[in-house]
């Protein structure tokens, strides 16, 4: 059984940093395509991040700001994310990929319940 739990999300002022975590048991991440996407209330899930075997990946809007990472000692997916903005609120979850477009959240079969992320101006 796979199972992913995230940890790490709070109320966070703008220009500051949180670390989220995702513990992964099921799946080994250092063999799997690990990614991360975020849920604002009333829109849609928006792809963040991915990192598999030969890079990483990121949404425009948070690169050069977000950095994603595996802790393969602890089986761990992690996001660093920096310079915090009011539009960087949402719930965030992490997701192990399968097959198909990076960015579809349909390319992912298993998610975490995710943790909340909430910036404030």
């Known amino acids: 059984q796979v199972q992913l739990v995230e940890s790490g999300g709070g109320l966070v002022q703008v220009g500051d940093s949180l670390r989220l975590s995702c513990a992964v048991s099921g799946r080994t991440v250092s063999n799997n395509i690990m990614g991360w996407f975020r849920q604002a209330p009333g829109k849609e899930r928006e792809f963040v991040a991915q990192?598999?075997?030969?890079?990483?990946i990121y949404a425009d809007s948070v690169k050069g700001r977000f950095t994603i990472s595996k802790d393969n000692a602890k089986n761990t997916v992690n996001l660093q994310m920096n310079s915090l903005k009011p539009e960087d609120t949402a719930l965030y979850s992490c997701a192990v990929y399968s097959f198909g477009a990076y960015d579809r959240p349909t390319s992912y079969p298993y998610w975490g319940q995710g943790t909340q992320v909430t910036v404030s101006s």
């Open positions: 990192i598999g075997w030969s890079g990483t």
